[in-house]
């Protein structure tokens, strides 16, 4: 029988909207924690309806960050909606929210305020900018040109690109789990709660890495390299007969190697390509040697010789091609669950396996509010407030505005 998941006994409020914050609590609940999601009533996540695609009538952009949680329609701007939600805190361990800066003190749900009432309690916020940045949202195209990534993405020739995912809501939500997982761990310490600011602009900064040193270390700004490493050689996507393969040789005993495999014992014996430095300082005509070889090869051919050979390479794949890879099914990557109106659906997998166990979808992503009455129930509060059904305001889009969208950021 399989361990308990780390994280069960351990609830979480979720105030978030859209993709930063319900990926943040997505992993979160994947991990065993209870996460009850508070939506709007009427409409809730904005992502709902973010389509198409849709499967029935919802996203499946929705049904790709929730599953594993429970929903619960609130009216924030009421008294009752308030006071449910002031109970689910005091009920919770964690609370988690993406309104741009200055919501939650609106809504009293700010960290200042349920921290001093809550001395045990961890409060995320994730936005664009940081909790006391400016009050504008976080969209991901504009974080990433704002934090450098599109400056270093795309061809050396053409226009500056994104990354074909939004890689600043991803990385917030990675972040933002890992600054509660390591408030959860220091309050078993400590016995007290903790604050997480997690800002997209930090995110995508902090992943500048190495690209960050190199400047820091010349002072100029690097640029976009296309498919070509910035400081190794030969690295990168090369033609075939047939298509394009990725290969990326880390050391010279690989390269020696490589031009074995191909047939072009030449490259190896060349003076200008005994070691990195010198094969970077002539990568263009490196490549353009390398690229004639394989266009007399088909991209399998290329495989099995650097298989057998040693060296890094692999092939460019297209989604349909991933999801039938025996490795990634293995793994447990896609997910099928059962969706009480939808039937059988798929959602995208987890990265960890505990104890040999691969991350399980337990919920489905829920519909509206479907859990209202049960957790109000569990609240002790479930003869106060309205059926989900009679509670049916939507509010006003400037108000509680960010509470249905949050930092209103579509990919």
């Known amino acids: 029988m399989p361990a308990a998941l780390p994280l069960k006994g351990i609830r979480v409020a979720d105030f978030t909207q859209a993709l930063s914050g319900p990926y943040c609590t997505m992993l979160l609940a994947d991990l065993g924690a209870d996460v009850v ?133 991803i990385s917030a939500g990675m972040f933002a789990a890992h600054g509660i997982l390591a408030a959860l761990f220091r309050r078993e310490r400590t016995g007290e709660g903790a604050v997480v600011d997690v800002a997209m602009l930090d995110s995508l900064v902090a992943m500048l890495a190495y690209q960050a040193t190199r400047f820091f270390a010349t002072g100029v700004s690097p640029l976009r390299e296309g498919n070509q490493h910035a400081t190794i050689a030969p690295y990168g996507t090369f033609p075939t007969k047939d298509g394009s393969l990725n290969i990326c040789v880390g050391n010279d005993q690989q390269f020696q190697r490589l031009s074995v495999a191909l047939d072009a014992q030449h490259l190896g014996g060349d003076t200008r390509y005994q070691t990195n430095r010198l094969r970077m300082e002539h990568r263009d005509e490196l490549t353009d040697e390398i690229s004639e070889v394989m266009r007399g090869l088909t991209s399998a051919d290329v495989l099995d010789r650097l298989e057998l050979a040693g060296v890094p390479a692999g092939p460019i794949r297209t989604l349909g091609e991933v999801f039938a890879d025996e490795d990634v099914q293995r793994r447990g990557l896609q997910l099928r669950v059962d969706h009480e109106q939808l039937g059988l659906v798929s959602v995208p997998g987890g990265p960890w396996r505990i104890d040999g166990t691969p991350v399980s979808a337990r919920l489905p992503p829920p519909v509206l509010g479907q859990h209202t009455g049960q957790i109000l129930d569990g609240l002790g509060l479930g003869s106060q407030l309205p059926k989900p059904q009679e509670a049916r305001s939507t509010p006003d889009q400037d108000d509680v505005s960010d509470a249905a969208a949050a930092e209103r950021k579509v990919p």
């Not at 929730?66 to 361990?93: Q, W, Y």
């Open 37 to 169: 999601k508070v939506e709007m009533p009427g409409r809730g996540d904005d992502s709902r309806h973010w389509g198409p695609p849709f499967v029935g009538d919802t996203a499946a952009y929705f049904l790709a960050v929730n599953r594993n949680k429970r929903s619960m329609e609130l009216d924030l701007r009421s008294p009752l909606g308030r006071e449910a939600a002031t109970a689910l805190v005091a009920d919770s361990d964690v609370v988690v929210e993406n309104w741009r800066p200055g919501t939650a003190a609106r809504l009293g749900l700010d960290a200042a305020t349920l921290t001093e009432r809550h001395r045990r309690l961890v409060h995320c916020s994730i936005s664009g900018f940081g909790a006391d940045g400016p009050p504008r949202a976080g969209y991901d195209q504009i974080v990433q040109g704002m934090s450098g990534w599109m400056s270093l993405t795309g061809d050396g020739e053409g226009e500056p690109s994104k990354a074909g995912v939004p890689v600043g809501d």
